[in-house]
C-alpha cells in the first residue's frame, strides 16, 4: 500500500510532497477542518505511520488518529475526526471513539502531550483489532471487531498543524504478535527479558500490581540528563503505577518519555499518601535504592524480596547484574512490595452474579439487560475480597430515566460462590453494609441518614463511585475522587465488594485508574467549581530530598469531616461551605518552632452564616486527634481566637481583645506565634493584637478553624512583610492597619479599584468588586467583559491574578484598555470586536481597535496557568505595558491618548474562569504620574447615567430639617425622629448615596439606611409626630435596613455581621443602597458594593434613612438613573397624594368581571407523575419525589387556582409544597423535587416561604406537611402582584410579593402525598373588595386566638379578608344562626372564631395543651368544638387579663345561653338568675378585664362548675344534646353549647370529678383535680361559644 493521504481532506488541508505532507492553513485562527485519510484502504498488519512536523500553542487538543468505514471518495468530511460517523475508531488523547462515544479511557500514551518529531500510527491487526502505535511502540488493543475495509484517519486538530506519512508497512515483529493466546501466557508464567518488558507495560485491564521497566544503567544519569544510554520505555495501556527499580542499557529514552518516568514516579508517591502511607515502591530498603549503583535488583521493601523465592532480595543483585535471574529477581521483588500481587489478581467483577447481569469487557463491565422492562435483579460482586486500604472504584457508563431510585454500593461478608443472590442487595439481612442514595444501610435498615451531601440518585453518567476499607476497620466512600467520611466503623475483615444496578443504573465498569492527574479530572462539575487552586498541578517532586530544603509549613492531611486540603498542603477549604458551616478544623503538619509565625490569608467567604475563621494552637497531634465539629469544642491543650475574643479549653479567657475576626473578609490575613517566653500573640492583617495567653507549652500545632463565613484559606510562606513581634509583652492591642478592607477612613489610594458593576452578561461580580468569574463556564465561553470601576491613573497598575481556569476551550484571558467609559460601553461578546478606543493582548497579538497592530508580544497569554498575575499600565508618555507574574513585558504599543481617560479591561475568554485584582494594583512609580493622589481623584460615583440629583420627600421625622432644595437634612434635636425618604421610588439598580456632614460624638449609634414599601406621599401632613422615633420601629409597611452590621426587616434580625459596621462611619463617607435587578438590597459604603443584604425586596420601595445618635447632617451625592424633571421640585404639601392613592385602591364600580380561566395540568411534569381526568388529576406512582407538576395555563391575577389532596401515603416523611413558577415550563427540565428550582420560582414547604430555594419567611400559615386528606389548598396572585395561599378557603395572608405575570401555577408531590385533583367548581375571581391586601408580617399566627401559641394579639390589625370557614365550622355557624343570638353579644371581628375540628387544628399545627396565667396552669384545647369570639366590656385591661387568668370550660344547656349572656355570667345548675348584673353595652372587642363592681346585696352564691378540658365540661350531664335540621341539607345533627371562660387565680377550688366516673377522661388531668369550683362573683369572663356538631 502506498504511504500517500487521499487527495479529498479537510477544508483548510493543503497537500504538498506528492500528497506525502498535510498542512493545516490559518493554523493561529483556526483550530479543526483538518482531517485526512490514506489513498487506498488498510492492509491488514499495516502500520499507518505520521510523524508530527509542526505544532502551535494557540489551542488546546491535538492530533487525533483512528480508522473509518468510510469511502473519502464520497465522504463529507467532518469538522473533526471525532465526527466521524459511520463506523470509525479514533484515538483522541488517551480515549478511544467509536462513532464520536467513548469507548475505553486512558488508553496507550496521551496524544496531546506529543512533540514535534514524534511518530504515531494505527494499525488493524489480522483478528480484527485496533492498535495503536507510538515511536515505534505498540500500546496494545484500543478496539476490537472492525471490519476488513478501513481507511487511516489523521485529524490536525488543535496544536497540530502539519504532519507527514513515513510509513505504511507491518512491524518487524508482527509475527511474534500474531502467536496465539496460550504461548503468550506461557511466556508470563516463565519470562524472558524481552517478554517480560513487552508484557509488563501491555494490557492494564489483566493486571492491578506493580509495572515493571527495562533495566537503565543508573538512576543519577537519567537526572543529570544523559540520554545517549538511556533505554527506551515501552508504554502499555496506562501510566505505570510505580517507578522502575531497574533500567536496560541498550535502548534510549526519548524526552517526552522520561518527562512520563518521573511523573508516574510522583503519582505513585501521591496514591500511596492517598491509600496511607503504604510503600512507595522506589529500590529497595527505602532510601537506599539512590545509592544501590547502576542496574539494582532490590525489591520494593528490604525484606519483601527474601520472602518471595525468586531471587533478588533486598540485598541480592546489588551490581550490574542484567542476566535474566537478575531482571526477573527484580520483578518478583517489586510485586512483593507491593503486596503480592500478581497479574492475574485483578479485581473483576466475579461470574456468579444477578440473574439479569451481562458482563464484558474481560469481567470489568457489568450490564443490567432489558433495563426498560426490568429495575433489579442487577446484583454484582467483586471476584476476591477486598484488601485493606485497597479502592474499589467504579465508573457509571449508562443509566436510562424510567425507574426511580439508582446505583447501590457496598460491601459484604457473603462469599459470591455460595450466595443465593437477592432481588436487590438491601434485601440482605446480614453482614451487608450499603450506601444507597444519600444514607448508609446496615443489613437492609437505614444507619445513617444523611451520609453525604451527594445521593447516589443524582449521579450522571461518567461519575465514579468508590470505597474503601482502611486497616482500622473503618468503611469510607468516594464520589468522584472525594472522600465521603467513616460510613461504618468496625467492618469486618474480610469483605467483598458488591454494586446493585438498580433503577437508572444500567451498566457499570470497574475503574484501575491510579493517574493523580486523571482522578482530578474526574471531579468534573463536584470540585472545579469549589476553589480557583482545586486542579492545580503538583510542583515535580525531587526523589532524592534536598537535606537543606526548610521544613515547610503545610496543612495536616487529617482534616475535619467538611473540609480539604489543596494546593500542596498549603489551601484548605469547606468545599461546601453554603452547605455546612461547621466541621472546618484544619491543624499545621508539625509543631510551631518558637517565635515562628503561623499566617494565613482568607481566600473565600460566604455571606451565609454567622461567624468566620477562628485560628490558633492546640497541643493535640492532628495524627491522632478526632477532630471536633469546631475548635472551641476542645476542652484541653487549646488556645483559640473566635471574633474578637480568647478562648482556652472553651472557656473564654479574654472578651475584648483585638480585631473582630467576624468582620475579616477576602483577602485579609490572620496569624498566630507562640514566643521563647511561652506568650501567645495573633496577628490580624500583619498587626500585632498583643499578647493572648501566657505559659503556652511549647512543641504547638497551628489550627485554623474554617467556620461559618470563612470557606478557604491559604498558609503565608513569605514573613517579610510582617512587621517585628513587640518585645514589650505588656503592649495592648493596636489599631487595625490602614490597608484592612474593614478599615473605613485609613483606605489607601490604592484600595478603591475594584471591578465596574456593569459587565458581560455571563460574569458575575463578587468579593466586593475585587473578583470577577464567568459563569456556566463549561457551557459559555465569552460574553464576560469586565472592566475597572475608574479610570487609571498614570503610572497606575491594574493587575489581577487568574484564579480558575477550565480545559474545555482554546483562547484564554484578553486584557487591555479602553477609552470608552462603562456607562457608554455596549458589552460585546469578545473586547476585540471593538473598533474604536480599544487597546488589547491577546494571546501574543497586540490589537487595536479589533486589528492586529504587531505579533509576537513579549509574553503569551493563553499559555498562562492558575496563579498567573497579569498587569497592565499606561505611563505619562501614552506607552502600554504589560506586567506578567510583576515582570516587565515591555512596551506593548504607543500612542494612548495623553490626558485621555482609559479603563483596564479583562475579557474572562475561553479556558480563563475567574480573576481577583491583587493587592499590587497602584501606582508603580511615582514619577510617572501626572499628578498627587488629591480628593478629586476619588470622585464619587454613581453607576447610574448623569442625571438630576436625588432629593428627600417632604414627609420625614419631627427633628429632620431639609436644606438644599431637598438634598441635605439635618437632625435639630434629640438623637431619634430623624427619619427621611427618597422624594421617588428607586427603579431596579439605581443607587441612591448620602456623604455624612456631621456628627455628634456625644450620642452612641449611627445612621440606618434600607428600603421601604411604605408610600411618604399617604402619610400625614409634617410634622409627623406619628412617624416612629427610629426606623427599626417603622413596621407599617415592610421595611428592610441596616443598622450596625445587623439587618433587619420590620425590625426582625436578618442577618449579623453584615460589611462593616454603620457605627464606625464619620465625616465624609459615604452610605448608598441599591435594589437590584435580582430583587435583592445592596448596600454600599464609600463606593463598595458590601454585598447582598437582604432577598426578596419589593419592587416599589422608597430609600430610606434614619439620621440616628451621632449622625446629624446628610447629604445626597447620588443621581436618577434618567433625567426626570419631576424630581427637580420639592414635593409641596398641596400635592399630596393621598386621595389619589385612596382612588387607586378602590375598585371601580364598572369594572367588567373577571372570567375564571378553566385551569388543567402540563404534560411536561415529573417522571414519576400519571395523569388522568382530562389532566385535572395526577397521582405519583412511584417512590417520594420527582413528583412535580405545573399548570398548562398562566394564573391570571385575582383568580383562585384551588385543588384538593385525594391521597396521602403514611409511609413516608413530609408532603407536598406547592407555589408559582415564573416563566414557562413547557421545556422545563424537572428536577427531582421543588426546592431544586433556583430561577424565579416561590415555594411554600412546610410553614415556611422560598424564593429561588432561599427561605424569606418562616412561621407562614399551616404546616403543610399536616394536611389530612380532602383539604383544599389555593393560591391566589392578587392585583399587587402578591401570593396568597388559601386552605379550605381561608386566606392565610401575603406570602411573597412582586410576584411576576405571567406565573404558573406548581405543586410538588412529595412524600405523603400521592395524589391531587384541581378544584373545577367555585372559581371566584377574586377582587379587592375586601378592602387594601396586607404585606407579609402584618398578619402573623399570633392573630389566631388559641392558635398556634394561643397567643392573643391585644390590638389586632383588620384582617385580610372575611374568614371563609371550613363545611364543619359552617355547620356550627348554621346551628349557631337557629338559636337567634342577637349579634351584639358576639365578636365583629371573624377572625376569632376559630374551628378546632381534626382538619383545622392540625392545619394551624395545635398543640393539645398549653399553659395560661399567673401562676401558670394548664388547659386543654377544644377538640371537636368550634369557638365564636364573644365581645367583651371595652373597658377591661385586655392584656392584663388574659395574661394572668386561667382559661377552663363551662358546659351549659341551650335554653340557658340567652339568659347567661343576657347576664354576662355563668348561671349556676338549676337556677335563672345568679347575680344581677348591671346593664352590658355591647361596643368594642378583643380584651378581658376586670368586671364591675356589682352593688347587689350580699348573698350565699350558687357554685359554678368549671373544668380545664371539655372533655369533661362536655360531657352530656353539663352540655345536654338538642337535635336540629340543617337547613341546608336538611339532614339531622346533635348538637352541645359549652362557654371558653377567663377565670382569676385563686377565685376557685380545684377538686375531683361529681359524676363517679373511675376511668380517666383526659390524660393531663387526673379525675381527683379536673372539677374546679368557684363562687366568687366577678371571677369569671366569657370569652367564647363553643359549639359541637354530631
Known sequence: MAAELHPRSGKLIGLSNSNRTAQRNQPVQEFNHGLVLSREPLRDRDVFTVRIDKKVNSWSGSIEIGVTALDPAALDFPSSATG???????VSGCSVLKDGRSVLEEYG???????????????RNGRGELHLWVNGQDCGTAASGLPSRLWAVVDLYGKCTQVTVVSCEPPPDTEEQEEDEEEREEEVESPSPAALTTEACRDHEDRTG????????????????????????????????????NFEPDTVLTEHQLFDVFNNAIVSLYRSEDEGGEDLGLGGGGSDSSRAGAGSNNGARGGGGNDNGNGGGAEGGGSTNNSPSGSAGGTAGMAVGTGGMTTNDALLFHEKCGTLIKLSNNNKTAERRRPLDEFNNGVVMTNRPLRHNEMFEIRIDKLVDKWSGSIEIGVTTHNPNNLDYPATMTNLRSGTIMMSGCGILTNGKGTRREYCEFSLDELQEGDHIGLMRKASGALHFYINGIDQGVAANQTPGVVYGVVDLYGMAVKVTIVHNHNHSDRLRRNNAIMRALSPDVGRPRPALSLTPDPEAPDRLLF????GQKAAIIGDGRTALRPHATDDFNHGVVLSNRPLHSNEVFQVRIDKMVDKWAGSIEIGVTTHNPAYLQLPSTMTNLRSGTWMMTGNGVMHNGTTILDEYGHNLDRLKAGDTVGVVRKDDGSLHFFVNGVPQGPAAWNVPPSVYAVVDLYGQAAQATIMDDMADLPPLPDDSSEGPTAMSPGSPCSITGASAASDLRFHQLHGTNAVITNGGRTALRQNCRSEFNDAIVISNRCLRDGELFEIVIQKMVDRWSGSIEAGVTAIRPEELEFPNTMTDIDYDTWMLSGTAIMQDGNTMRNNYGCDLDSLSTGSRIGMMRTASGDLHYYINGVDQGVACTGLPPGKEVYAVIDLYGQCVQVSITSSSGPLDNSLCTSNITEKSFPIHSPGMAGVAHRLHNKHGKNVVLLGDGCQAVRVGGYAHGIVFSAKELKTDELFEVKINEVDEQWSGSLRIGLTTLQPPDLPSCP????????????????????????????????????CSLDRLTVGNRVGVKRCSDDTMHIFIDGEDMGPAATAVAKNVYAVLDLYGKVTAVSIVSSTLVEDTESVKAPSLSSDSCSEGEDDSTPCENEPTLVPMAMAFLENHGKNIQLSNQNLTAARVSSYNQGLLVTAQPLPRQQLFQFQIDRLNSSWTSSLSLGVIGHSPDRLNFPSTACCLKRSVWLLQRDSVFHNSLKICENYGPNLDTCPEGTVLGL???????????????????????????????????????????????VPAVGAESGDVRCQGDMEKADMVDGIKESVCWTPPPAVNPNKTCEYQALCSRFKDLLTLPDGYFNEDAKYNLCYCESCHKLRGDEAYYKRGEPPRDYALPFGWCRFALRIKPHCEVSNTFKKWHIAYHGTSVGSLRRTLDHNQLLPAESSSVFSASPVKAEGHGSYGEPEENSAPEREIPCVRLSPTMRYSGLEVFAPKVQFRDPRSLRCHHAQVGFQVCVRPGSYKVGPQSLGISDPLDQRFSNTEIEWITKEKGGTLLYGLLIRVE
Open 84 to 90: 466521524l460517523k459511520g463506523g470509525s475508531w479514533i
Open 109 to 123: 500514551r496521551d496524544l496531546d502531550q506529543l512533540g514535534e518529531g514524534d511518530r504515531v500510527g494505527i494499525q
Open 210 to 245: 506493580a509495572l515493571v521497566l527495562p533495566a537503565v544503567p543508573a538512576l543519577a544519569t537519567v537526572m543529570n540528563g544523559s540520554a545517549e544510554e538511556v533505554p527506551e520505555v515501552t508504554r502499555g495501556h496506562s501510566r505505570p503505577d510505580k517507578f522502575p527499580n
Open 556 to 559: 495536616h492531611p487529617n482534616c
Open 1024 to 1059: 409627623l409626630s406619628g412617624l416612629s422615633p427610629s426606623l427599626t420601629q417603622l413596621r407599617s409597611k415592610v421595611t428592610w435596613l441596616l443598622a450596625g452590621s445587623e439587618v433587619r426587616r420590620n425590625g426582625v434580625l436578618q442577618r449579623q455581621n453584615y460589611g
Open 1276 to 1322: 391566589l396572585v392578587d392585583a399587587n402582584g402578591c401570593l396568597h395561599l388559601y386552605v379550605n378557603g381561608m386566606d392565610q395572608g401575603v406570602a411573597a410579593q412582586d410576584i411576576p405575570s405571567p406565573c404558573y401555577p406548581l405543586i410538588d408531590l412529595y412524600g405523603q402525598c400521592e395524589q391531587v385533583t384541581i378544584v373545577t367548581n367555585h
